[in-house]
């Protein structure tokens, strides 16, 4: 990992924790990045998340960096952010492309939930991407199922959910979030991809300031996280649904070494994609990739 730049803006005895246990710290940013570092925290509204930032030019995985910063005791709402990642992943495992001009970023959760649990706060993220996107830049994002947020019908954003548990309960929960923000996923993307992707440089036809987008999404989880923590995760669900473009139409589910075909009928409580095939049973799928049979 290169340079680190550690942010505080929470109590002194957190980051004096954190500085002891960390030895890369440096205070000075000798390097040219693409996004603004010093202004991640300038004007943020949050109470909780993104007052400890840990900012690399490169790192394998920030879901990795997250789970390591987890480990060494830091608080919940600690954010891991790079401006690239060499060995970044989806779903699966899956290579996760992360080049320079996205928003590529984990965040430290420890929400007093289940380990099944886990999985509505993937849906939490991806329903605060796009409403941030809608309302920053009124492009219509949508939410795809499991994990995706759309632009165009194609992929603008994936998150991935990482937990340890102790027990039955969860101890603390990593989710990190991708975003295909300023560059062409044309030059930057395999030719297998540049198809199903896209990016907001590429729906706007301008770049954006990578550090607006972070600080209005951290903001837009913060109220999201704490609605799911004072009301549950119903609420959520239902808003993430309405900017699904998927249900009701004919879907194919690849996944668990199967391929189904049927209406996508509903996402259960549990995440669960509720799936009625020809033959006319209903399925209730946890894990897959969902592609619609006739496009819009």
């Known amino acids: 990992m290169g340079l680190c730049i550690i942010l505080c803006a929470g109590s002194h005895h957190i980051c004096s924790f954190l500085h002891r246990h960390l030895h890369i710290l440096r205070r000075e940013i000798t390097l040219p990045t693409n996004i603004k570092v010093e202004r991640l925290q300038e004007g943020l509204k949050t109470k909780l998340l993104g007052k400890y930032i840990f900012f690399s030019y490169e790192v394998g995985s920030t879901n990795d960096w997250a789970k390591e910063l987890a480990e060494l005791g830091a608080p919940e709402g600690t954010i891991a952010i790079a401006e690239t ?176 075909e049927g209406t996508a009928l509903n996402i259960d409580n549990e995440g669960a994609l509720i799936l009625r095939l020809k033959d006319g049973s209903v399925r209730r799928v946890f894990v897959g990739d969902l592609s619609l049979k006739i496009k819009r």
């Open 85 to 260: 990642q060499t060995a970044g992943r989806g779903r699966l495992g899956r290579k996760w492309i992360s080049p320079k001009g996205g928003l590529w970023f984990s965040l430290i959760l420890k929400p007093k939930i289940k380990p099944m649990e886990t999985v509505k706060l993937v849906f939490l993220a991806g329903l605060a991407v796009a409403e941030t996107i809608r309302e920053l830049y009124g492009l219509r994002a949508e939410t795809k199922w499991p994990n995706d947020v759309l632009v165009d019908g194609l992929k603008v954003c994936g998150i991935l959910s990482e937990m340890k548990t102790v027990g039955e309960n969860v101890e603390y929960a990593v989710i990190g979030v991708g975003i295909n923000a300023n560059f062409n996923v044309d030059e930057e993307f395999p030719e297998e991809l540049k198809e199903k992707a896209t990016s907001l440089e590429k729906a706007l036809g301008r770049k954006i300031a990578l550090e607006e987008l972070f600080k209005a999404l951290l903001e837009k989880m913060e109220s999201l996280y704490q609605q799911f923590l004072k009301e549950g995760f119903t609420p959520i669900l239902e808003k993430w649904k309405s900017y699904a473009s998927f249900l009701d139409c004919e879907v194919e589910v690849h996944g668990d070494g199967e391929r189904l």
